[in-house]
């Protein structure tokens, strides 16, 4: 009788803290380099585009070579993976401390943490499912989602006070002895077993998917900057249009390369990089389409309230995670409480619900942002209810992937189930971005020349810029003088800027709504009863 059989109610303890403990780990070092963004200009002399590349490198880098995480986890074993990885996150975090400059911290330190996020992301999911069985390995990704839910709280509220008080690199230096920790408890992570069948390295298909992934990724991170169509400031254009979507394009073309190779080599070796159940089973594809939209939810309904109470309200880090708090505690709870509570439930119409609520959360949000203010309660509430759509989601979407597929192939998807969290995350930035800086453009550009007694110089320089972005009052007038803005019509024209930037705040959460809607059509192909999908623990590959 194997491990996972034998010994599943004992690794319920310590084992799933240390995993969770991990997920904390690489959510929260996102979280503080998000928050220590001024901190790292001041320090280093930094521009905000250089800080702006340091914040992208992690997904790009931990996106792009996640995939191979999840191979090099069946070759190699996971505890080794994992313990791997977190050596890397230390190594990562131990270089941003002692980082002399931003681009050290940006090519050393941010590409180390992302390489470890690849191998142990991946490793961690590729545990719980060798060893956890049935109900509990449900309850084991729902814990997951409950970790995710509590670093974006906390991570604000501790990361923020550690800046606060001792400066950024003692937060990176307190990450940097999480993962130390972390790598010392690994003794106690079970191993699953690795495969009967011996597992070869798919190097065309490493290079493929590393192509297409990166292609992908960074292009729709720089969507927010180069524009999705009409260029904004890109380094070059493509006949006029912005290079951004045309490299999202090629990723994907490159990617249908990576699946007709990967369909050859797993006929030829019985193994790939993606093997050809992820593409025949429609529950896998729906678990991946889901667990797409938890990490979208999260980017695009987050960003959208933290730009707003930052930049205009002018909340600091400490007091935007306190408004998280409730957010995370709808998430965690649901993600951990609808395993534990429920022993027979319907997958489909609570996925269905779950996306439900984040198109009320959305909405309700949106009524609470106003022209300099947000009504807390409203906000809040909205929060709670994205929170508790995440949470809803994330109690099943993982479980419905690993629970179609052989015992293998289900260790192995937990490289291809964190590379669709980045995707989604990327994409929730990406379409928010977009459509706030667009509708700013559009917005000012439209409200300004129906201002009575504007200057011509004033109204010229508005309708000479391509992109408006979205600034506090004083960085706008800061940037709309320097661009030819007549400084005598600051006083008509900043109350101008205030009401477009809560048109765009509010437009920002509604496209949130309808990309919610859509991937509401997406959920036909979940089954409608637990029982017919209880992962194959006795199933080869």
């Known amino acids: ?47 905000m585009a250089q800080i702006s590349t340091a914040n992208t490198m ?38 941003a401390v002692f980082s002399p400059s931003v681009t050290v911290f940006t090519c050393a330190a941010r590409i180390l943490a992302g ?31 409950a970790a995710s839910g509590f670093s974006f709280a906390m991570g604000p509220v501790i990361c923020g006070s550690l800046l606060d008080l001792l400066g950024w690199r003692w937060a990176f230096g307190t990450l940097g002895g999480l993962a130390l920790v972390i790598l010392a408890c690994s003794v106690l992570i079970p191993s ?11 190097l065309p298909g490493f290079i493929l998917s590393t192509a297409g992934l990166f292609l992908v990724v960074f292009g729709m991170l720089q969507i927010s900057t180069w524009g ?12 006029g249009f912005s290079p951004a979507l045309l490299l999202v394009v090629a990723g994907l073309l490159v990617l249908l390369m990576m699946l007709r190779w990967e369909k050859h080599r797993e006929k030829y070796s019985g193994s790939a990089m993606i093997p050809q159940s992820f593409l025949r089973t429609a529950q896998v594809r729906a678990g991946l389409y889901l667990t797409m939209y938890i990490f979208f939810a999260y980017s695009s309904g987050i960003f959208v309230v933290v730009s707003f109470v930052q930049v205009v309200a002018g909340l600091d880090a400490i007091h935007t995670g306190l408004l998280i708090i409730p957010f995370a505690v709808c998430l965690a709870s649901t993600s951990m409480g609808i395993p534990l509570i429920f022993r027979k439930r319907n997958p489909r119409r609570q996925c269905r619900v779950g996306l439900l609520l984040g198109v009320a959360g959305s909405m309700l949000t949106t009524c609470g942002i106003e022209g300099l203010n947000f009504d807390i309660s409203i906000v809040t509430s909205g929060l709670c209810l994205i929170g508790a759509s995440m949470g809803t989601v994330a109690a099943s979407a993982p479980f419905l992937i690993t629970s179609a ?6 260790q192995q998807s937990g490289g291809i189930q964190a590379a669709a969290r980045d995707i989604g995350q990327a994409l929730g ?20 020349s129906e201002v009575p007694g504007m200057t011509p110089q004033t109204f010229q320089a508005v309708k000479n810029m391509t992109v408006i972005p979205y600034l506090s009052d004083a960085g706008f007038q800061a940037m709309i003088v320097t661009n030819g803005a007549n400084p005598q019509d600051l006083a008509v024209l900043t109350p101008v800027y205030q009401k477009s930037r809560a048109r765009v705040t509010r437009a920002g959460l509604l496209s949130m709504t309808v990309m919610t809607l859509l991937f509401l059509m997406g959920t036909g192909k979940i089954p409608v009863t637990l029982e017919n999908a209880l992962p194959k623990g006795n199933k080869s590959h």
């Open 1 to 47: 009788m194997d491990w996972k059989l034998k010994n599943n109610r004992q690794a319920m303890g310590w084992p799933l803290l240390i995993l969770c403990l991990a997920q904390f780990l690489a959510s929260a070092d996102n979280v503080t380099l998000s928050i220590a963004t001024r901190a790292l200009i001041q320090d280093f002399g930094a521009s």
């Open 58 to 95: 992690y997904p790009l880098i931990s996106g792009t070579f996640m995939i191979a995480g999840g191979m090099l986890g069946l070759i190699f074993g996971w505890r080794r993976t994992f313990r791997t990885g977190c050596l890397i996150y230390f190594l990562a975090e131990l270089t």
């Open 228 to 239: 999705m169509i009409t260029p904004f400031n890109p380094p070059f254009t493509v006949y």
């Open 429 to 448: 930035v990406a379409l928010v971005s977009m459509v706030m800086l667009t509708a700013m453009t559009f917005s000012m550009k439209k409200l300004t």
């Open 405 to 410: 597929l052989p015992e293998r192939d289900a």
């Open 115 to 145: 390489i470890g996020g690849s191998l142990m992301i991946p490793a961690v999911f590729g545990i719980i499912t060798g060893s956890f069985y049935g109900r509990e390995q449900a309850i084991a990704f729902g814990a997951l989602g």
């Open 192 to 202: 699953p077993q690795k495969p009967q069948r011996l597992v070869r390295f798919d």
